[in-house]
């Protein structure tokens, strides 16, 4: 099979690699779409840990159940999931042709969702889940909140803010998102209750003074160039609160003023139940079966969530197959990459 793979100095080329084969408890699934996070050049690049030459990129993906292996899904299936595209123990990647991943880790599509709209949810989606109910123990959707609670949610328009916008107002949150002002209707649009500009140097007073200093709860989508100190501002400065991040904070911790703040980075690849080494991420050196059950159950609500509705996939832009990958690569590198994902045809 064709497939995306890491090659010298830091590059990435299509290459003839072997058509894994599943073990038990995984199944073949024949790939249809892929989309474009920004952690799959980070992997190239090599800047959180080091990837070397033959590994297959790609996380997220949509496609057809190729070979069930004795699980419950059946032939020709619809299903996506994401992987820990470039990992080596099991090896991973969904930049191919075909990808082995476990049965348990993927979701049926729905009849009247896209295999571009279903390849554009699985890891943003999944953050949003861990950071929001496994990290900060917000009320779930399947049992929201009685009394309504303030929520941040930093970088709205980011893929993972997006969907981290809904499920807080599943959960009965009051949602404060931010975001440049152009976007501010369409960020309504996704069920945040406010919506503040992050380009007001005062933003952070801002949200304090919108949530009557009580704010307890935030997440932060970007968590760099100085936005974890300025949504730790946003925190409550008698209570309190937690701040989850999707980038490391070991640095950072030392430089929040508000000692009652805790603060959390998450990383999405330990719903694999697996210790993981990936940069300074908190919860990685240790087995999360608490991680890859949680995944799994929402895994389960997606069909329903996705088919009534209730979640809004992700814009898209379609860039084309396999060989246009890198120039998706770059596009994310300049900076051209916003308020939507890139997505790649591959059968």
């Not at 899904?73 to 090896?91: I, L």
């Not at 109910?133 to 328009?157: C, D, I, W, Y």
């Not at 389960?300 to 060989?323: F, H, T, V, Y």
């Amino acid at each position: 099979m064709k497939a995306l793979v890491v090659a010298e100095g830091k590059t990435a080329k299509v290459q003839d690699v072997d058509v894994p084969k599943p073990n038990q408890g995984e199944i073949l699934v024949k790939t249809h779409y892929v989309a474009q996070n920004p952690t799959d050049w980070k992997n190239m690049l090599s800047i959180l840990e080091p990837v070397p030459p033959g590994r297959i990129l790609g996380c997220d993906f949509a496609g057809t159940v190729q070979d069930p292996n004795g699980s419950h899904w059946r032939e020709g299936q619809r299903v996506a999931g994401f992987v820990f595209g470039a990992s080596d123990n099991p090896p991973r990647g969904a930049f191919a042709e075909y990808l082995v991943t476990e049965a348990t880790l993927v979701y049926p599509i729905p009849d009247n969702v896209s295999y571009q709209d279903a390849a554009v949810i699985p890891l943003a989606f999944a953050t949003a889940v861990q950071a929001m109910f496994g990290r900060l123990k917000l009320p779930e959707p399947s049992q929201p909140a009685k009394s309504v609670f303030p929520f941040l949610v930093n970088g709205g328009t980011t893929s993972v803010g997006q969907y981290a916008i809904q499920l807080g107002k599943l959960a009965g949150a009051f949602v404060i998102a931010t975001g440049s002002s152009q976007h501010h209707e369409w960020l309504k649009s996704l069920g945040a209750d406010a919506v503040i500009d992050y380009k007001d140097p005062n933003w952070p007073e801002n949200v304090q003074n919108l949530t009557h200093d009580r704010l307890e709860f935030a997440f932060d989508c970007i968590s760099e160039n100085g936005t974890v100190e300025a949504v730790a501002k946003t925190i409550s400065s008698t209570k309190g609160g937690h701040i989850v991040t999707t980038l490391p904070v070991d640095k950072i911790r030392d430089k929040i003023e508000n000692k009652k703040v805790k603060l959390e980075s998450t990383i999405v690849y330990t719903v694999f139940g697996r210790p993981v080494k990936y940069g300074n991420f908190d919860n990685c050196g240790e087995t999360t079966p608490q991680d890859k059950a949680l995944w799994e159950k929402y895994l389960a609500m997606l069909p329903e969530l996705l088919s009534s509705g209730k979640i809004k996939p992700n814009r898209w832009r379609e860039l084309g197959g396999l060989d246009s990958i890198p120039t998706g690569f770059q596009e994310h590198l300049e900076g051209k990459v916003r308020t939507e994902k890139l997505v790649y045809k591959i059968a």
